[in-house]
């Protein structure tokens, strides 16, 4: 079946570790993107990516570092320099129309917790 | 820049009783909005958009939802809940920026069915 995966599910850091969290999609989609969530925040966009080679800041990206070397991936890296990383990640794409916008389709998301 | 604003963090309501869940966005220009719903611990799913055409749009699992381009909302509703229905619901507005687009989010609803 065609969809979002990230993984893992769970996953704990310590304090000063770069971790990096994985996002393939099979939908053939063109645009990619990643979400922070906390509580009573709603989604607040660290980076996005409209084509392979090519990505820009969202909202939020000081501490957060980004790839797209290949369409179906979009891993995301949580590097030592963010401060609050504990939150939930959700990766999301959508394909690119000439005209008027598209949704998102969504992953299941990724609980990172700081220990 | 768009903003959206959903009008209430927290809707309690009694499973068969009707609901209805407010959006309120900024800016009328070529508009394209979205209601997502997210259950614990998952991902985002789509419930209905608007793009054009007729003001009432029908979605999944009974809900729907109505553009009222004078009044800039775009309200959720749902003539009889289940428990089910419980969850987070996440109003959206599609802005274009540069060449592309991105999705403006709401802060969220919580959606409490109480039997």
């Known amino acids: 079946d065609g969809g979002i995966t990230q993984s893992p599910k769970y996953l704990f850091r310590k304090e000063g570790q770069n971790v990096t969290l994985s996002c393939e999609q099979n939908?053939?989609?063109?645009?990619m993107y990643w979400y922070r969530q906390d509580p009573g925040q709603g989604l607040r966009l660290i980076y996005y990516?409209?084509?392979?080679?090519?990505?820009q800041k969202g909202d939020i990206a000081e501490g957060y570092s980004v790839s797209r070397e290949k369409k179906e991936s979009f891993p995301l890296t949580v590097t030592s320099a963010q401060k609050n990383p504990t939150a939930f990640y959700l990766c999301?794409?959508?394909?690119?129309?000439?005209?008027?916008?598209?949704?998102?389709?969504f992953g299941q998301g990724t609980r990172l917790t700081v220990v | 820049a768009q903003s959206v604003t959903q009008l209430d963090s927290q809707v309690p309501v009694f499973e068969e009783a009707p609901v209805e869940l407010r959006c309120n966005y900024s800016?009328?220009?070529?508009?394209?909005l979205f209601w997502y719903v997210q259950y614990p611990n998952q991902g985002l799913q789509l419930l209905l958009k608007?793009?054009?055409?007729s003001t009432l749009v029908k979605g999944i699992n009974g809900f729907e939802a109505e553009f009222n381009k004078s009044q800039t909302s775009f309200h959720l509703r749902k003539p009889s809940v289940h428990i089910s229905d419980t969850a987070e619901y996440f109003c959206a507005v599609s802005e274009r920026a540069g060449n592309n687009r991105k999705l403006i989010w709401g802060l969220g609803t919580s959606l409490a069915v109480n039997p």
């Open positions: 608007y793009l054009s055409g």
């Open positions: 990516s409209q084509i392979v080679n090519d990505f």
């Open positions: 800016s009328s220009v070529s508009v394209y």
């Open positions: 939908l053939n989609h063109d645009a």
């Open positions: 999301a794409s959508s394909p690119k129309r000439a005209q008027g916008p598209t949704e998102a389709f």
